[in-house]
């Protein structure tokens, strides 16, 4: 089982920038970040495949932030500029299988979570 630790989250106003860390314990090639608001659904928010590096991005963020992973360090990172209000909202790292080599944008498809870190955006 793999286990995830997030940190990096805090207050903001908008248009700073912060950076998520995501350490990660395990074997895993498919990881994403997903972020929850008040009352709303676990949407996806960014996604690596180590395995050649890919990185799939929901089109909210897209150009705004950036996913990459030290695999030497076992930490996938969410750079995140120019934030808005609406980017609010709890953030978490999750993994897919350790056998899985494809990647998936559905929350479902993951199997491990860390307990997420809160980010918040003041306007």
């Known amino acids: 089982q793999v286990q995830l630790e997030e940190s990096g989250g805090g207050l903001v106003q908008a248009g700073d920038s912060l950076r998520l860390s995501c350490v990660v314990s395990?074997?895993?090639?498919?990881m994403a970040w997903f972020r929850q608001a008040p009352a709303k659904g676990r949407e996806f928010v960014a996604g690596?495949?180590?395995?050649?590096?890919?990185?799939y991005y929901a089109d909210a963020v897209s150009g705004r932030f950036t996913i990459s992973s030290d695999n030497a360090e076992n930490t996938m990172y969410l750079q995140m500029n120019s934030l808005k209000s609406e980017d609010t909202a709890v953030y978490y790292c999750?993994?897919?299988?350790?056998?899985?080599?494809?990647?998936?944008?559905?929350?479902?498809?993951?199997?491990?979570w860390g307990r997420g870190t809160q980010v918040t955006v003041s306007s």
């Open positions: 690596i495949n180590r395995i050649g590096g890919s990185v």
């Open positions: 999750a993994a897919r299988g350790s056998m899985v080599k494809v990647f998936n944008r559905a929350a479902s498809q993951y199997t491990s």
């Open positions: 395990g074997r895993t090639n498919v």
